[in-house]
């Protein structure tokens, strides 16, 4: 077996179709780096099944199909064919070639093919597993996976050796067994609980069946007296209501006339009303007339008052004006601006002045100092005079030699500074930059050992959050199994096997469903409803009566059983739920209060439940019962009123009981998914923060390993660096320091020489007899010291006459600006005053005009004044007489309305009578609805008193004198009596004809059958007389109560007489009181259980046996899985024994087991120890070692379990020649039973090759593919 032909198709930088023609031996592939040569091994990894993307050197997926290029557009798919040449029948399918095919579309899609026949990744695997080429794909080792083997964890080194033994696809496959087997054991456990939950309710349900076959024969006669009972009350209440109905139209028409007469007068006292309203509006307006002038008159006079008071104020005149004349202050103003045009003068002297005073000072202060000089200069040269030119001479000429030499010297220092000064700039420069890089190295270590540690902290927080979840999800998933198990339980006891479960099956339009499922009750209340509700609590709730009909049809028809139905109607919830007026003790509830329901039948049940209340015992309901109209039922379902009671121990659980507690199982089922849902998400999110979190810790562990390499290395070169730039600094500062003493000595010489140069040059020029110049020049220098000192003193007196100036000056700065705003404000002022007192005139005129107006306004409003007093008179008068009218018409009304009243009363009370009577009708209705599941007027036509009793059991019939009794038997054999009628003739036909004739002719004379008058009207009807009643000791004769199809037939019928059928109830209710409470399904449900009980355990134990089975197989895989492992241990073992001092001579390695003693869980450890080295680590071997040691683990599994081929991306690129010889003497040992491909850069390598294929990109970014066969050196180009 061996690769044939690879094709690429869109896959990475293989734009084009491109195919390799493979041989068997070895295939090197060569190219220049980034040409696309990794991308064939990618696409053989990727074709064999590989689903990481990071093994594939991508980010997602789809990185692998061509992302296109700026001059070719990305691709939509990827698509890599592989041939296999499977001669040998390696692969396990019948085919001498086998291709490979994989298609990944950028849309996500993806397709697997095997011989172009879709397939699934599994069938690719598996199928490649069988030749040893698992999931973990050993047989290829791609760029850096040499280091990712030795990095490998004890466990992931055994899955190299698992897979290449073939054991690791059984190994997969057995976790996945045992995963199933798991998540079996949670439907075992809830077949477990299953099973005893229905295995529980087998023992109660069993004796409800024996209860129901014992009431089964009485439930007839107490059902058909009931129904008699009813039809009669139905009957009775009908005729009632029609009479009351007929005394409500007369009442109505009286009320209807004194309406009329009472609407009548009514108007007659609004009309009254309103004209009276107007009256007392116009007094109102003639009152508020009157107010309003008397006080306009008040204003008025007030108004003439304060006119007079002001006409008289403003005739005063105001006093004149006192002020200073402007006239007076405009001139003081205009003396004040010259006299500061004066001195501002005198300033400007002044300042001349002084700047004149500095000049002279100045010019003084000079020729003090020039004479001074040049006095000190007169005496120095007298004194050199007298040393003498010549020595002056020599010691200019010996200064001027050393400033020559201070010069050379100080060029000398200047240029090996400047070359200290540049190698010191250099060493810096460089020494700085590597400190920088060095900062850099340090500072991002230190991030990496916080990252590192961070990264091993987030870790160990992912991991725990995994394990919480986990847990939390196995929690969730155990409690979820057995709430689900639980309520597969209690709907299989809620499943009704009689015409309710029908009904509810069916989904007929308009069935709500269950009773029991429409009702909400509170918690501990579910005994106390069900024993108020009764059968009702098994019941169906239909919307209305046409669906009551529908379902009672769907019945008959299918012959499905009988059905208790509730049935409701559009009335509003709380249209039947009047409860009666009592006042509850403490504790006690109404029943209405602990239940919830909605819907159409929402009316129908809180009208049965109406009259009851909860109460807590036994005690407390006889002591309501006894002073309240209600029934009473206790919390543990005891049931107490004033014509019957219910209750004892319970057998079952009650219908609402199970409802709840599956309305509960329910809840806790869907809580439990939804925890185990979130929780998976969770789970499935923290595994993958904490592989995320796993890689972050690797990546920063490595990084933290070559942080720490690089360190060292600047770190020595820091030093060397270092000590050359303080090396270099050094000798810059002694050559500084020398170049300061130079300067600062060719500076002392110079000065010095300059000295010398002047004196020798004075002492040439003066002659020798100086003595009078020095006394005329000491006499100039006096007087130019004291012309300085007198102009200094002129210039003192200059300023203070000028800062004297500038004071007066600001003395009298804004005087005359301060009087002249002045004198306008008090030509303002005084025009002020003259308009004021003109103002004040005419306001004085005005005041006497107003006093004159108001006085008209006086006389006019007094005459206005005296006109509405008249009127409101006039208007108080009319008011007042229709006062009295009005009186006289509101005692008409109220007489009427009492009339009213008083008949309203009485409809009321006939109202309430009817709507009580409607209620016990309604109720009756409800009884025959509920109770009886027949239509009211069907229950009357069908049972009414005009109806024939039909008789089942030992009705009598007399013959002539003689008495005959019918018998029938119950099913214990008892005979049951009743005495017939002896005034009916003979013969069971003829008897059955009279007394249909006798009803009638009851009924039509309006004659009860009880009635004495009765036996007359039969006596006619029947056409004989009444024979005598035979002897007490005649024997009866029993009669088959059966006809030929086996149904009940009555012997024969007899009158409607109310108190027979009321013994006839009572007796049958006792008995069914002595059977106590009874399951009509029982029987049914009880075969149905025991039969789905039966079912389930035969289940559980195939289960069990299948399980027990599985493990059995589990075991013997184990076994053979440790055995075939450990024989490829032992192989491989030995063979890195004999490979690894090959490859490292004079070394030693070994593979050893972590766990010997469990070989299904043991990690495999390599040692390695070169020659010279006393390490064992791997970590601690150098890069090529590293490398050697990786490639003998691998050549040791290669040999031990060889395989097909193997594909090796650049593994012997971090080797040396030596070791490359080495290695390539292994490749040669594997090509005898295995195919290589190499990818390489290595000539040596490609020497053994027995064919190379170029990888190449042009400058398009697509990759081509250039073969060579080594034997007939042929270049092909493959596009």
Request: proline share 3%; charged share 30%; hydrophobic share 45%.
């Amino acid at each position: 077996m061996h690769l044939k032909t690879l094709t690429l198709r869109g896959f990475k930088s293989f734009a084009s179709a491109t195919t390799l023609e493979l041989e068997p031996g070895i295939t090197c592939v060569v190219g220049p780096n980034g040409s696309g040569k990794s991308n064939v091994v990618d696409a053989l990894s990727w074709v064999m099944g590989e689903q990481g993307a990071k093994s594939l050197r991508g980010g997602k997926m789809d990185d692998v199909i061509f992302a296109g290029t700026s001059g070719r557009a990305p691709l939509g798919r990827a698509e890599v064919a592989l041939t296999i040449d499977n001669t040998d029948g390696a692969l396990p399918i019948d085919y001498t070639e086998v291709t490979i095919s994989r298609t990944l579309f950028r849309s996500g899609g993806s397709e697997y093919a095997i011989n172009g026949n879709s397939c699934r990744l599994l069938d690719i695997q598996e199928l490649l597993s069988d030749s040893g080429i698992g999931r973990e794909m050993h047989v290829v080792v791609g760029q850096g996976q040499l280091d990712a083997v030795l990095r490998a964890t004890p466990e992931e080194r055994r899955g190299f050796i698992e897979e290449a033994a073939g054991v690791l696809k059984h190994r997969k496959r057995k976790e996945k067994a045992l995963r199933k087997l798991d998540a079996m054991q949670g439907n075992l456990a809830r077949l477990g609980d299953l099973t005893a939950e229905l295995r529980r309710q087998l023992g109660p349900l069993g004796r409800q069946a024996e209860a129901a076959r014992k009431a089964q024969t009485v439930q007839r006669d107490l059902r058909d007296a009931k129904s008699r009972l009813l039809a009669d009350d139905l009957a009775q209440l009908t005729a009632q209501l029609e009479q009351e109905s007929a005394d409500e139209r007369s009442l109505k028409q009286r009320q209807a006339e004194t309406e009329a007469a009472l609407t009548e007068a009514r108007g007659m006292l609004a009309r009254l009303e309103a004209a009276t309203s107007a009256e007392s509006q116009q007094v109102s307006q003639a009152g508020d007339t009157v107010f309003a002038l008397s006080q306009t008159r008040e204003r008025l006079r007030s108004l003439q008052s304060l006119a007079g008071e002001r006409a008289r104020l403003l005739g005063t005149s105001e006093p004149a004006h006192q002020g200073q004349d402007p006239d007076d202050l405009e001139a003081q103003a205009a003396r004040s601006r010259a006299s500061e045009e004066e001195l501002a003068t005198e300033v400007a002297i002044a300042r001349e002045t002084v700047e004149s005073a500095v000049d002279v000072r100045a010019e003084a202060e000079a020729a003090a100092q020039a004479a001074e000089r040049t006095h000190a200069a007169l005496l120095r040269a007298a004194a050199d005079r007298r040393e003498g030119l010549a020595r002056l001479a020599g010691q200019v000429a010996a200064r001027r030699s050393r400033v020559e030499a201070a010069q050379s010297e100080l060029d000398r220092l200047r240029d090996a500074l400047l070359e200290a000064e540049q190698r010191v700039e250099e060493s810096s420069r460089d020494l700085s930059a590597l400190e920088t890089e060095v900062g850099g190295v340090e500072g991002g270590e230190e991030g990496l050992d916080v990252a590192h540690e961070a990264a091993a902290e987030v870790l160990e927080l992912a991991k725990a959050e995994v394990r919480h979840l986990q847990e939390q999800v196995t929690t969730a998933q155990r409690e979820r199994s057995a709430a689900a198990a639980k309520v597969e339980a209690l709907e299989l006891s809620l499943d009704r096997k009689d015409g309710a479960g029908t009904l509810l099956a069916a989904h007929q339009p308009g069935v709500l469903g269950s009773v029991a499922a429409l009702l909400g009750i509170e918690a501990g209340f579910e005994d106390a409803v069900a024993a108020a509700l009764g059968p009702v609590a098994d019941a169906v709730a239909v919307a209305g009566v046409d669906e009551a009909v529908d379902a009672l049809r769907l019945l008959r028809d299918e012959d499905a059983g009988r059905a208790s139905l509730v049935v409701g109607s559009e009335r509003p919830a709380d249209a039947g739920a009047a409860r009666p007026d009592v006042n509850l003790p403490a504790g006690a509830r109404w029943a209405t209060d602990v239940v919830q329901v909605v819907g159409p039948a929402s009316a129908a049940l809180l009208t049965i439940l109406r009259d009851v209340v909860v109460v807590d015992d036994l005690a407390r309901a006889r002591a309501l019962v006894r002073d309240q109209p209600v029934v009473a039922v206790t919390r543990a379902g005891d049931l107490l009123g004033a014509t019957r009671a219910w209750g004892g121990s319970a057998a079952a659980p009650s219908v609402l009981h199970l409802q709840s507690a599956l309305d509960e199982a329910k809840a806790a089922r869907d809580d439990a998914a939804a925890r185990e849902t979130d929780g998976s998400a969770h789970l499935e999110r923290a595994r993958t923060e904490r592989a995320t979190a796993q890689e972050r810790y690797d990546e920063t562990l490595a990084r933290l390993g070559e942080a720490d390499a690089a360190r060292a290395a600047a770190a020595e070169q820091l030093g060397s660096l270092g000590a050359a730039a303080r090396a270099a600094r050094a000798e810059a500062d002694r050559h500084r320091a020398a170049l300061d003493q130079a300067q600062s000595r060719r500076a002392e010489d110079e000065m010095e020489l300059e000295a010398l140069v002047e004196r020798m040059t004075i002492a040439e020029e003066e002659p020798a007899d100086d003595e009078g110049s020095v006394d005329d020049v000491q006499a100039a220098r006096d007087e130019a010291a004291a012309a300085a000192s007198a102009a200094r003193a002129r210039e003192t007196e200059a300023r203070l006459a000028l800062r004297t100036a500038e004071e007066r000056a600001r003395a009298v700065s804004g005087r005359a600006q301060a009087l002249a705003a002045a004198a306008e404000q008090e030509r303002e002022a005084r025009a002020r005053a003259a308009e004021r007192e003109e103002l004040r005139r005419q306001d004085a005129a005005r005041a006497v005009l107003v006093q004159q107006a108001v006085a008209v306004a006086l006389e006019s409003i007094a005459r206005s004044l005296d006109r509405a007093a008249a009127d409101k008179a006039a208007a108080e008068e009319a008011r007042a007489a229709g006062s009295e009218q009005l009186v006289a018409v509101r005692g008409s009304v109220e007489s009427l309305t009492a009339e009213l009243r008083e008949l309203t009363d009485v409809a009321h009370r006939d109202e309430v009578a009817r709507a009580q009577q409607l209620l016990r009708l309604e109720q009756l209705q409800t009884r025959a609805t509920e109770e009886l599941g027949t239509d009211p007027e069907v229950l009357v036509e069908e049972f009414g008193p005009h109806q024939p009793v039909p008789v089942y059991d030992g009705d009598v019939t007399v013959r002539g004198r003689k008495r005959r009794a019918v018998v029938e038997r119950d099913e214990e054999g008892n005979p049951i009596r009743y005495e017939g009628d002896p005034n009916l003739p003979r013969g069971a036909a003829a008897r059955e004809d009279a007394l249909i004739a006798r009803t009638r002719a009851l009924h039509e004379a309006g004659i009860r059958p009880d009635d004495p008058a009765a036996t007359a009207v039969v006596v006619a009807a029947a056409g004989a007389e009444p024979e005598e009643a035979p002897a007490e000791d005649e024997p009866a004769e029993e009669v088959p109560a059966e006809d030929v199809s086996g149904a009940p037939k009555p012997d024969r019928m007899v009158p409607y007489v109310r108190e027979e059928q009321e013994a006839r109830l009572a007796k049958a209710e006792r008995a069914l009181s002595r059977i106590g409470a009874v399951n009509p399904l029982a029987l049914e449900e009880f075969a149905a259980l025991e039969e789905r009980h039966q079912f389930l355990v035969d289940q559980l134990a195939d289960l069990k046996k299948s399980r027990e089975d599985l493990l059995q197989i589990v075991d013997d895989i184990d076994e053979r899985v440790q055995q075939v492992f450990a024989e490829a241990f032992q192989d491989t073992a030995a063979k890195f024994l004999e490979i690894f001092p090959r490859l490292f001579p004079g070394g030693e390695g070994k593979l050893t087991l972590t766990e010997p003693d469990n070989l299904l869980a043991t990690g495999i450890e390599v040692e390695a120890r070169p020659a010279g080295k006393k390490v064992k680590r791997l970590s601690l071997l150098s890069g090529g070692e590293r490398s050697l040691a990786a490639v003998a683990f691998l050549v040791s599994i290669f040999k031990a379990r060889p395989s097909p081929f193997y594909i090796m991306d650049e593994v012997e690129a971090a080797l040396d020649d030596v070791n490359l010889g080495r290695l390539i003497e292994i490749f040669k040992e594997l090509q005898k039973d295995s195919q290589l491909i190499v990818i390489t850069h290595q000539k040596r390598t490609m020497e053994v090759a027995d064919a190379l294929y170029g990888v190449t990109m042009r400058g398009d970014g697509v990759t081509t593919l250039i073969s060579q066969r080594m034997g007939d050196r042929e270049a092909v180009t493959a596009s």
